[in-house]
């Protein structure tokens, strides 16, 4: 089949990647420009060097509704369309332009962490799987019947770093079976619509999102410290004023009550932080800290850092 490939940093990497591996043509490759954004500076294979190194033409967009765009991609005559991290909707001049339409490919297990960050969301909530999915685009975002879907567990002690690589990994298989079921005329049987009671959309992430607050459980706090795991932004609080980066941590071993944020006591070799808006009965356990990043970027373990026990982590200075 012709093909023409829509999606951005290491996942559009990836699916262009197995696209040019495969028996298919790349005929049309469009991408987004750079872009300064924290998040899509981390993970950022790019797309447009490697399809110019394979002589497939390329168009750099931030969106796609211009008029040039839409003719180029008449003229290339794709069979289908194949996105994966595109940032913004596909009108449905374009979704539904080639023959067999637009196969998204995303990485979540749809209906559920539908839109962006699925994987950091995913672990910060606590799910036990995350996975890919390939599925067909249609006006909603997300929301296409599904073809194809993988998963990988998540292991107590994974990093959003460990998730993305195993679920990234997944992409190139995904791609090849679903266009060889497409290409085949097999595919008939295999598209399920999506159970849209379960679907749950989630917004880009940014700094904003990686604040810890103290009233959240120390379990939820672990997961996200867990999720804002190198390269992405961690996880973070202001201690006297500074801003002061949580780069590891666990649940501790004992309850400790009082005020969320109350630095309270060394547990092992790691400092325990108050933590849950109910910590004040005594029944929480609290955030065992256990290294720590300053402003400057020097990395030390907590009990360097906190030398005396008391006074408070906060949400701001």
């Known amino acids: 089949m012709r093909v023409a490939m829509f999606g951005y940093q290491t996942w559009g990497h990836r699916t262009l990647q ?74 449905p001049k374009l979704f539904d332009l080639p023959p067999h339409g637009t196969l998204n490919i995303h990485d979540s297990l749809l209906p559920s962490y539908a839109g962006f960050s699925p994987i950091i969301w995913a672990l910060i909530n606590g799910e036990p799987r995350v996975g890919v999915t390939a599925h067909r685009m249609n006006g909603e975002l997300d929301a296409g019947d599904i073809l194809v879907q993988r998963s990988v567990a998540v292991g107590p002690t994974d990093t959003a770093t460990d998730l993305f690589h195993r679920t990234v990994d997944l992409i190139a298989p995904i791609v090849r079976e679903s266009l060889d079921l497409i290409a085949s005329g097999k595919d008939a049987g295999h598209w399920q619509p999506q159970d849209r009671s379960r679907a749950s959309f989630f917004h880009k992430r940014s700094l904003e999102d990686s604040r810890i607050d103290w009233t959240w459980p120390a379990e939820r706090l672990e997961r996200l410290v867990r999720a804002q795991s190198d390269p992405y932004p961690n996880a973070y609080t202001f201690h006297r004023g500074e801003r002061l980066r949580i780069v590891q941590a666990e649940v501790s071993e004992g309850h400790y009550g009082g005020t969320p944020g109350r630095i309270f006591i060394r547990e092992g070799d790691g400092v325990v932080v108050v933590a849950g808006a109910d910590a004040h009965t005594g029944r929480r356990r609290g955030l065992l800290v256990k290294r720590v990043r300053t402003e400057d970027g020097t990395e030390l373990p907590a009990t360097e850092h906190f030398r005396t026990m008391g006074g408070y982590l906060t949400s701001h200075p």
């Open 18 to 91: 197995a696209l040019l591996d495969s028996d298919h043509e790349v005929v049309l490759v469009v991408t987004h420009p750079k872009s300064d954004h924290a998040y899509e500076k981390i993970w950022d294979d790019d797309v447009a060097e490697l399809a110019e190194k394979n002589d497939v033409p390329v168009l750099l967009r931030n969106r796609p509704d211009d008029p040039e765009l839409l003719a180029v991609l008449r003229e290339s005559a794709p069979d289908i369309i194949v996105a994966n991290n595109w940032r913004t909707w596909l009108p």
